[in-house]
């Protein structure tokens, strides 16, 4: 069964940061990973998806990796900004799992930026 | 722009009422989902639908049934709510497998079971 692991659960930086979160899976065989944001009380925004032939993502400044091999992905913010504080979550559309229409989701990175 | 809707942000119901959570998209999307989540267990799914009238179990279908009757509209309903059932429900909605597209969700309905 497939595991989505994020680490760290919470995070805080001060503005201007780059900063990176980090994803892991332990089942490779992928379809794709998605990252999304949540603010406090609201719904999941998707910002990324990567499929699994791809090896990275770009939105403005956000930048996803995957290594499908190792199980991982990171989301790269640069610049951050106290308007990126959310919850970020990664999930991953998996081969294996009984459906291959379901999504397994990590708990989640909460980021506080610090203006 | 893609848009998910759920007809409710905040719901309080009684214990042993019949609830329905009514979700609908505009994308016209085969699949639908719905999702709760809770505090340290995260999103976990409940039922999902690739079509009209089609549904199929997911993780935590106990206490829960949906309904299908049109491609965008996709209603849960708690047949006798309990308070375990306190949660935040999130409805999400994607194209056929195989198109990699992202799953889109909706703003949630915080409901309050007493």
């Known amino acids: 069964k497939q595991e989505v692991t994020q680490i760290p659960a919470a995070l805080s930086v001060p503005e201007g940061e780059n900063l990176v979160l980090n994803c892991s899976f332990t089942?490779?065989?992928?379809?794709?990973l998605q990252w999304f944001r949540q603010d406090p009380g609201k719904g999941l925004t998707s910002l990324l998806l990567?499929?699994?032939?791809?090896r990275e993502q770009t939105s403005g400044r956000l930048n996803a990796s995957l290594d499908k091999s190792s199980g991982r992905s990171t989301l790269y913010i640069a610049a951050s900004q106290p308007g990126d504080s959310a919850t970020y979550l990664c999930?991953?559309?998996?081969?294996?799992?009984?459906?291959?229409?379901?999504?397994?989701f990590g708990s989640g990175t909460q980021l506080t930026v610090l203006p | 722009d893609v848009k998910v809707t759920q007809s409710s942000r905040y719901l309080v119901k009684r214990t042993g009422e019949k609830v329905f959570l009514e979700c609908v998209q505009d994308?016209?999307?085969?699949?639908m989902f719905w999702y709760r989540q809770d505090p340290g267990l995260g999103l976990r799914l409940i039922y999902f639908?690739?079509?009209?009238?089609?549904?199929e179990k997911g993780d935590i279908p106990e206490g829960y049934s949906v309904s299908r009757e049109k491609k965008e509209r996709f209603s849960l309903i708690l047949e006798s709510a309990s308070t375990n059932q306190t949660s935040m429900y999130l409805c999400?909605?994607?194209?056929?497998?195989?198109?990699?597209?992202?799953?889109?969700f909706g703003d949630g309905t915080r409901l309050s079971i007493l």
């Open positions: 999400a909605s994607s194209s056929p497998d195989g198109s990699n597209q992202p799953q889109h």
């Open positions: 089942d490779s065989a992928i379809y794709n």
């Open positions: 990567i499929q699994s032939s791809q």
């Open positions: 999930a991953v559309h998996s081969r294996a799992s009984g459906s291959a229409r379901q999504l397994t």
């Open positions: 994308m016209d999307h085969e699949n």
């Open positions: 639908s690739y079509d009209v009238k089609m549904k």
